[in-house]
């Protein structure tokens, strides 16, 4: 019973590069998340997806995709890395329901040279 | 959806001692949840508050809500070293969006 997991959990890339961070959960949640968190900055929402084909931006999503074809995985694709893009990511998910409570994964710790 | 804006940013006490951090906000909620962030970890949700209860407990924890300020505070008490983490507040707003927005939380350092 794995609930939310990321992979990588670490990738370093270069510049220019196109990376796709994992995002699997095993709960069949509706909504899923991806935040990136840096110093000074806290937790800013990238995408989020109401359901399987249904995605929307965030706060920050320049420079991203997402898809999500099936409900349990929701890949986060950075088309063409940048330094700025040097982040941890969380993948979250929640139930439809009222509360809405987010449940997180583990992280991936992102290093673009 | 809105931010929550905890303080303070940091607080260091030692265990055994109790620690309060404040969440405050800006329109009407729905609910407010509070979460935890160990170093290198994802968060974990600790507890939640509806908009129509004052006071919830969890344990260790104790939330507080006021609508009327627009604030809520997290209590632990007799706080351990396992404590040590950064705690965010996440206030929801009314129904569409199931988005949080997460602020810069507080850093909570306990010393054993």
């Known amino acids: 019973d794995a609930g939310i997991t990321q992979s990588p959990r670490y990738k370093i890339t270069e510049t220019g590069r196109q990376v796709t961070l994992m995002c699997h959960q095993t709960w069949s949640h509706s909504y899923m998340f991806w935040y990136r968190q840096d110093l000074g900055h806290g937790l800013r929402l990238i995408y989020y997806s109401a359901a399987a084909d249904i995605t929307d931006k965030g706060e920050v999503p320049d420079g991203y995709v997402v898809s999500r074809s099936k409900t349990e995985n929701f890949p986060l694709t950075l088309e063409s890395a940048t330094r700025s893009q040097t982040s941890v990511y969380f993948c979250?998910?929640?139930?439809?329901?009222?509360?809405?409570?987010?449940?997180f994964g583990p992280g991936t710790r992102l290093l673009v040279l | 959806s809105q931010q929550g804006e905890e303080d303070p940013q940091a607080l260091s006490i030692q265990e055994g001692e109790n620690a309060t951090m404040n969440c405050s906000y800006k329109?009407?909620?729905?609910?407010l949840q509070w979460y935890r962030q160990n170093s290198g970890r994802g968060l974990v949700h600790l507890i939640l508050i509806r908009s129509n209860e004052r006071e919830k407990h969890s344990g260790r924890l104790r939330v507080t809500l006021d609508t009327s300020k627009k604030s809520s505070s997290l209590l632990i008490t007799a706080s351990r070293a396992a404590d040590t983490a950064s705690y965010f507040c996440?206030?929801?707003?009314?129904?569409?969006?199931?988005?949080?927005?997460f602020g810069k939380g507080t850093k909570l350092s306990v010393i054993p």
């Open positions: 996440a206030p929801r707003s009314g129904a569409g969006s199931y988005q949080l927005t």
């Open positions: 979250a998910s929640s139930e439809s329901n009222r509360e809405e409570t987010q449940y």
């Open positions: 329109t009407s909620i729905n609910n």
